[in-house]
């Protein structure tokens, strides 16, 4: 059975950092791009970031590509997501979500395995 676990969320006050982790079971996605979502409450969910499979490309969402970093540890079928000078706006539950593809896209429906999510809540 194939899993994604997050990890890392938690309550932070403005312009720290979080680190969140992903880590998958059940099968290797290391031929996977992977990514992050977010859905804040009232809100559709949004792309964050994705890495593509080899770690060489990387994609943002414009708002936290100067503040966020996506990274990725195929030996340990681990995917990370570090986020620095966190914003109220960037309240949310975040998903992880491994693509059907090798490289970066943005859109969920390429994404078929996704985790349950970890809260985000950053206070001003």
């Known amino acids: 059975q194939v899993q994604l676990v997050e990890s890392g969320g938690g309550l932070v006050q403005a312009g720290n950092s979080l680190r969140l982790s992903c880590a998958a079971s059940?099968?290797?996605?290391?031929?996977?791009?992977m990514g992050w979502f977010r859905q804040a409450p009232g809100k559709e969910r949004e792309f964050v970031a994705t890495?593509?499979?080899?770690?060489?490309?990387?994609y943002y969402l414009n708002s936290v590509k100067d503040r966020f970093t996506i990274s990725r540890d195929n030996a340990k079928n681990t995917a990370y997501l570090q986020m620095n000078n966190l914003k109220p706006d960037d309240t949310a539950v975040y998903y992880c979500?491994?693509?059907?593809?090798?490289?970066?896209?943005?859109?969920?429906?390429?994404?078929?395995?996704w985790g349950q999510g970890t809260q985000v809540t950053v206070s001003s």
């Open positions: 979500a491994a693509s059907r593809l090798a490289v970066v896209t943005a859109a969920p429906n390429e994404y078929p395995y």
């Open positions: 059940g099968r290797a996605f290391s031929g996977n791009a």
């Open positions: 890495v593509s499979a080899n770690g060489g490309n990387r």
